[in-house]
């Protein structure tokens, strides 16, 4: 079973460039969430989706723009990046309601330099 | 905003010792949650303790939920050096305004050291 599968793994982007990032899950889960992790915060959602066609604002939203076109995947965007967005990000999703687990991908590693 | 918060943020014990971490909280919760990270990885799933319990087993963990003092603990019996990750309490709590909730609030972590 692969779960959640993020893409891509590492990369480095210049002050300005743009970029998508992945999360694909064969779990048929409805909720997905995007977090970033950095050194000493844990873990702060970006955004979120409950499902096919929705989306949410979480804790720390600006500079990145989200989209849900199909249930399996979630894309999250990164229009004019900077260097404050060098970070670890996180997908996760869950079933179909928040009180279940969240399953992780492995994450992508994003540098801005 | 954190909503949990771990205590102590690193812990170093020897292999076959019991390691307790530890998560305090602001508001009330519906339930919490603790998960684990391998360096390098992502989270995974522990256990989900719902707020009207107060104890839950899975092999050798045990997690204790106190509503009254709002804060909830991990208990890791009888560690390996697998054991060495870092630990994270994730609560679900109701929005202040109502309605339904939809998002888990992590702490910062703790980081369990387990030596051989």
């Not at chain 1, 899950?25 to 989706?49: A, C, F, K, T, V």
Request: hydrophobic share 30%; aromatic share 8%; with cysteine.
């Amino acid at each position: 079973n692969a779960g959640v599968t993020q893409t891509p793994k590492f990369r480095v982007l210049k002050t300005g460039q743009s970029m998508t990032l992945l999360c694909a899950q064969d779990m048929n889960h409805e909720y997905m969430y995007w977090y970033r992790q950095d050194p000493g915060m844990g873990l702060r959602l970006i955004h979120y989706s409950v499902g096919e066609g929705t989306t949410a604002k979480g804790e720390v939203p600006d500079g990145y723009n989200v989209s849900r076109l199909k249930k399996q995947n979630f894309l999250l965007g990164l229009e004019s990046a900077a260097p404050s967005q060098t970070s670890v990000y996180f997908c996760a999703s869950t079933r179909h309601r928040v009180s279940q687990p969240q399953h992780f991908g492995d994450g992508t590693r994003l540098s801005i330099l | 905003s954190q909503q949990g918060e771990e205590d102590p943020q690193a812990l170093s014990i020897q292999e076959g010792e019991n390691a307790t971490m530890n998560c305090s909280y602001k508001t009330s919760i519906n339930n919490l949650q603790w998960y684990r990270q391998n360096s390098g990885r992502g989270l995974v799933h522990l256990i989900l303790i719902r707020s009207n319990e107060r104890e839950k087993h899975s092999g050798r963990l045990r997690v204790t939920l106190d509503t009254s003092k709002k804060s909830s603990s991990l208990l890791i019996t009888a560690s390996r050096a697998a054991d060495t990750a870092s630990y994270f309490c994730a609560t679900d709590a109701p929005p202040p305004g109502g309605g339904s909730n939809y998002k888990l609030t992590f702490g910062k972590g703790t980081l369990l050291t387990v030596n051989p």
